[in-house]
């Protein structure tokens, strides 16, 4: 789709036309101008009740070439960003279901609750990729696409800059958004870790300012990552640690932010085996290293002036005769002592070494994102991440990020009792809390190895890819990461 903003007129034989109807029989500008050169078409369309400001209602009058989609948009100054993007929805897929070519949006009047312009056409943007996604790659037969539509011109009178800069994010966004969500729905036994790290290496030579490294099962002997190296054993597949270095900082030297993401591209639960139903999902337990690398994606394409080094832990975790056990006691990179309790619990081991791994960078700040615990899932259910933090600042940034983007968040306590929780009769520590506040232990758990920098851990166990007839990834949290390193520039 292409996007645009213009101030132009409304009136055009070959544009068609999104006008917002608000509740209580109110006009939107657009709608009232039109409806002068209309004599009163629209008044008494809305007068008849063909259609109404309710979210959802919506009418297509005919004029020539032109369509003109009517709106339901509900009560305007109170529209949530829910609403809007439910609005957003109907009159794209309406659009679709008619001959329009180009639309002309004046949806850019609908004023979302507490936001302005560009927050409408970001999230139109968003919104409208999002719903054009579709992943048949492995399908003999694709779907026809029947729909004419190519373009959309945000209809603004002033403003301009504000929209066009929203479109650019927007579209850097779910363009990363589309890259993390291709990876994660991609089947294990393709998408494996050699295939993250060819992904990596891919996009290092699509952009000038991404270097990347791939680190293999020999090398992480020699580092002494043997708790990573571990819930590889149990695979065929090798497990790779991929870095992408993107450098477009002003100061050269100035300290990294680095992103970990779990990339776990099968999660059996090695001998402490998962039950079956549903495993299949476990596909998706390396949808913390898609999200970091639709962020790579979304800043090279931004040329973000950061430093930002992003990390994916690819590994497998399986049974197997050569699997890691219960009660075998791991020696980390940090020199920490771990009593493996459940195979299961194999992300904290892959992260904890890949976190004590990126000191070497000195970093500023490090945010792992991981589908780490279903205990997240049960606290927070699906709308939100889980967010665990060592540092106030870096959470109250995160936090912000969330609400802005709309890609929601919520902060779990991380005080000192739960350690206690991970105590182990053998080992330093044992990689597993117990039954109570799983998705926080699992975070305590990696606090131990975030000690040299300011940290922040993001359960995405409940938000990264939709069940049932959904299902698929999200690309989330693709579009909070984005938004926080947004906000990092000065
Ligand atoms: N990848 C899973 C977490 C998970 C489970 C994410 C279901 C999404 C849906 C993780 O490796 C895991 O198995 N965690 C265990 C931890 C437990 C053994 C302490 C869990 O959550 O059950
Ligand atoms: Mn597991
Ligand atoms: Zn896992």
């Not at 709608?31 to 009163?40: C, P, S």
């Not at 989609?69 to 109170?78: D, S, T, Y």
């Not at 373009?151 to 603004?156: A, K, L, S, V």
């Not at 090398?219 to 790779?240: I, P, Q, R």
């Amino acid at each position: 789709m292409k996007y645009s903003v213009k101030q132009t007129a409304l009136e055009q034989e070959n544009k068609s036309l999104f006008i917002a109807i608000f509740e209580n029989q109110e006009l939107s500008p657009a709608a009232l101008k039109l409806d002068l050169k209309l004599k009163g078409e629209i008044t008494e369309a809305v007068k008849n009740g063909e259609v109404s400001g309710k979210i959802g209602r919506i009418l297509v009058l005919r004029h020539g070439a032109q369509r003109i989609i009517l709106v339901g948009c509900g009560k305007q100054n109170e529209v949530t960003e829910r609403q809007y993007k439910q609005i957003i929805q109907k009159a794209v897929k309406t659009a679709k279901e008619t001959i329009a070519t180009t639309i002309i949006n004046a949806l850019t009047e609908v004023k979302i609750k507490d936001r302005d312009l560009y927050w409408n056409v970001r999230f139109a943007v968003e919104t409208i990729e999002e719903d054009n996604y579709i992943f048949e790659q492995f399908k003999s037969k694709k779907s026809e696409n029947n729909s004419k539509l190519a373009e959309i011109i945000f209809y603004t009178e002033e403003n301009h800059e504000q929209a066009e800069l929203a479109i650019r994010h927007a579209t850097a966004i779910s363009s990363g958004v589309k890259a993390a969500k291709d990876i994660a729905n991609c089947p294990p036994n393709i998408c494996n870790p050699a295939y993250l790290a060819e992904q990596a290496n891919q996009l290092a030579h699509r952009s000038s300012l991404i270097k990347t490294t791939v680190i293999g099962e020999k090398e992480m002997k020699k580092l002494g990552m043997n708790a990573y190296l571990a819930v590889s054993c149990g695979s065929k597949n090798e497990a790779k640690l991929s870095v992408m270095e993107y450098r477009n900082h002003e100061n050269p030297n100035a300290k990294p932010i680095v992103l970990v993401g779990k990339g776990l591209t099968f999660d059996a639960g090695g001998i402490s085996l998962k039950p079956a139903a549903d495993m299949d999902e476990m596909k998706y337990d390396m949808c913390g290293a898609a999200s970091v690398y639709g962020v790579m994606n979304a800043i090279a394409e931004l040329q973000l002036p950061l430093n930002v080094i992003g990390v994916m832990a690819g590994c497998e975790n399986l049974p197997d005769g050569n699997a890691y056990r219960p009660g075998d006691i791991l020696t980390t990179m940090s020199g920490l002592t771990v009593e493996v309790l459940n195979t299961d619990a194999e992300g904290r081991l892959v992260l904890c070494d890949t976190l004590t791994y990126v000191e070497r960078f000195e970093p500023e700040l490090v945010i792992d994102v991981a589908t780490l615990t279903g205990a997240c899932v049960v606290a927070l259910g699906q709308h939100n991440s889980g967010l665990v933090s060592t540092d106030d600042n870096l959470a109250q940034d995160l936090e912000r990020a969330a609400k802005l983007a709309n890609d929601k968040a919520w902060r779990l306590p991380l005080s000192e009792e739960y350690q206690e929780q991970l105590k182990s009769k053998f080992a330093d520590l044992a990689n597993l809390g117990g039954r109570w506040g799983g998705a926080i232990t699992a975070g305590a758990f990696l606090s131990n190895f975030t000690k040299n920098y300011p940290w922040a851990h993001l359960d995405i166990a409940g938000t990264a890819w939709l069940q049932g007839q959904n299902k698929g990834a999200t690309g989330r949290p693709v579009s909070l990461l984005v938004q926080f390193l947004l906000n990092q520039v000065k």
